[in-house]
């Protein structure tokens, strides 16, 4: 058995397991994940066999010196659980300056932008001609493409194409926000669309979608 369990919903819509599974996969890790389907009659039933909350993801890690479990049932703490114990995967940005403002954004978006989530609810399998979607909604998406615009201001672009060069828990935060953005259709300015194709195109992520393809479970989104 892998030291490490990640349980997660369904990879097509299941925004919170994608950003977990983001994370445990950029580690290098070996993990087992268990898909539990959203949406049905035994769904939270199922969760709560595993998670605390009921909700995912959540993160079983064993320790097979002891035998014991620690369980950690929320996509930042497994984020920054994941950064303590592998350092040398870079999870955060090296520099100071870049960590907190690659913290302070996840935070944001961990927190933040419950309109645009409820409008816009992640569907990897469907695409959409853009219709505006309101004010509430328009205001979230301008608030990401600008922090979007700040982290990559900041960042030594020269070292690679993510928020802050090289992949780390912030792009494993908007990555869901990025498939939003192709689902739906908003327009990008340059650098905004330069960004969700690289996060579209990241290996990790491709990995997740091609599961999501194959997944034969359908919720009805609006």
């Not at 569907?123 to 922090?147: E, K, S």
């Not at 926000?177 to 690289?198: K, S």
């Amino acid at each position: 058995m892998a030291d490490f369990t990640l349980i997660i919903g369904n990879k097509n819509y299941s925004s919170w397991s994608l950003r977990g599974w983001l994370a445990l996969a950029m580690t290098g890790a070996a993990f087992e994940a268990i898909v539990i389907p959203l949406d049905l009659p035994e769904t939270a039933a199922a969760l709560r066999r595993h998670s605390p909350s009921g909700r995912v993801p959540c993160l079983r890690h064993n320790a097979p010196s002891s035998g014991d479990s620690l369980v950690i049932w929320d996509s930042l703490a497994i984020g920054e659980y994941l950064a303590e114990l592998f350092p040398e995967a870079g999870l955060w940005p090296q520099d100071r300056a870049a960590r907190a403002l690659a913290r302070s954004v996840t935070a944001e978006m961990h927190s933040g932008f419950a309109t645009l989530r409820s409008a816009w609810p992640m569907d990897l399998r469907r695409r959409l001609p853009y219709a505006h979607p309101g004010a509430a909604v328009a205001a979230d998406c301008a608030r990401i493409l600008a922090l979007w615009r700040d982290c990559r201001a900041a960042a030594l672009v020269a070292q690679g194409p993510f928020l802050f060069g090289r992949p780390s828990l912030a792009d494993a935060a908007f990555a869901p926000v990025a498939a939003r953005f192709l689902t739906y259709g908003l327009p990008l300015d340059p650098v905004a669309d330069a960004y969700v194709r690289t996060l579209w195109d990241w290996p990790l992520l491709a990995t997740w979608r091609a599961a999501a393809e194959r997944e034969p479970w359908v919720i009805a989104c609006p």
